[in-house]
């Protein structure tokens, strides 16, 4: 780790939102109760990583650690329900969560969990070609709608890993992936149901959710969206599509004028007037930084690094 890596590490290191992940690693390295969940092992590195720790600090490299040597993962619950199942049909599920996680601190794409989840990322984004409709890959039940067996269709784990990793970006795979995503989002831009995947019999029956990806954050939003979003009644609507937004890819955006309108209203500075407060709480538990919202700069701080995260690479062009 480099001096200027380890001034950082000592400067943040005692904040309070720091010290409650870093309480919860264990002393082999495993972070919280499991690998995928609020109180995991994904959680704790991604929220970590999200306020500045670096993916070399010593507290990070020991949870590497602990994640690829299979004595000490087995240790811990290194599954998470359902997961089993996925990975048995090919739709990624433990071995997503591990290779998610070990893409975030940038570990070698030759590692074999990483290149099969690369690869399989790969089929299922390239698959949405064989579909003109979501009911050609999915299938409305009673109480839900759930994939068809061994239907193949791009999810948020699939083109988080793609977009972490590079050695896929060879020949026409970036061009094919642009238009699979293009073909994906004409599919599901008005589609708002959520798709489930049904467990075999062998692994329990029931119903488990394979990461979707949500495809109506890449939809263009005006002003008057924006207002209705952020007032919507469901307190963390904002929170979360500003977090979907700041998060997508170049390569996966379909358009420009969400974040001309984020740009603008940073400019205006009228951003904090049009949020509610109960939208404001959500927001923080979901992808706030700073460590106490006790001063009302902290707070607006907060919201404006969201805000520009999501439109900085627009404002860069």
């Known amino acids: 780790m480099s001096n200027l890596g380890m001034n950082f590490l000592r400067r943040n ?7 409650k992940h870093l309480s919860a690693q264990h002393p082999d390295g495993w972070f919280g109760n499991g690998i995928h969940g609020c109180e995991d092992m994904d959680s704790h ?8 720790i670096k993916p070399d600090s010593p ?4 949870a590497v650690d602990a994640l690829t040597t299979p004595e000490i993962a087995s240790q811990h619950k290194n599954w998470f329900i359902g997961g089993e199942a996925l990975d048995a049909e090919g739709r990624g599920g433990n071995h997503a969560i591990i290779a998610q996680i070990l893409s975030w601190v940038g570990y070698s794409e030759d590692y074999p969990i990483m290149a099969e989840q690369i ?23 009673k109480n839900y709608r759930c994939y068809k067996p061994n239907a193949k269709f791009p999810g948020a784990n699939h083109i988080s890993l793609l977009n972490a990793t590079k050695g896929w970006r060879v020949g026409n795979n970036m061009e094919t992936a642009k238009a699979a995503i293009k073909h994906g989002y004409e599919l ?3 589609f708002n149901e959520y798709i489930t995947y049904r467990k075999p019999k062998e692994f329990g029956n029931g119903v488990v959710g394979p990461f ?13 969206d924006l207002r209705r979003i952020m007032e919507s009644s469901y307190n963390y609507q904002f929170g979360f599509w500003l977090r979907a937004v700041s998060g997508v890819p170049d390569w996966v955006r379909q358009n420009t004028q969400t974040y001309e309108v984020l740009a603008h209203i940073l400019d205006k500075d009228t951003f904090m007037d049009m949020i509610p407060e109960k939208a404001l709480k959500a927001f923080r538990q979901i992808i706030a930084r700073e460590p106490n919202w006790r001063k009302k700069t902290s707070v607006k701080c907060d919201v404006m690094f969201a805000i520009l995260n999501a439109c900085w690479s627009i404002l860069n062009e």
């Open 13 to 19: 290191i005692t904040q309070v939102n720091v010290q």
């Open 45 to 52: 590195i991604s929220a970590l990583l999200n306020v500045g």
């Open 212 to 224: 979707n990806y949500d495809w109506q954050a890449l939809r263009p939003v005006d002003e008057n």
């Open 119 to 141: 690869a399989l990322a790969q089929e299922h984004l390239f698959a949405v070609f064989d579909y003109t409709s979501p009911d050609d890959f999915s299938v409305k039940m």
């Open 188 to 190: 599901m831009k008005d």
């Open 59 to 62: 507290f990070i490299q020991r």
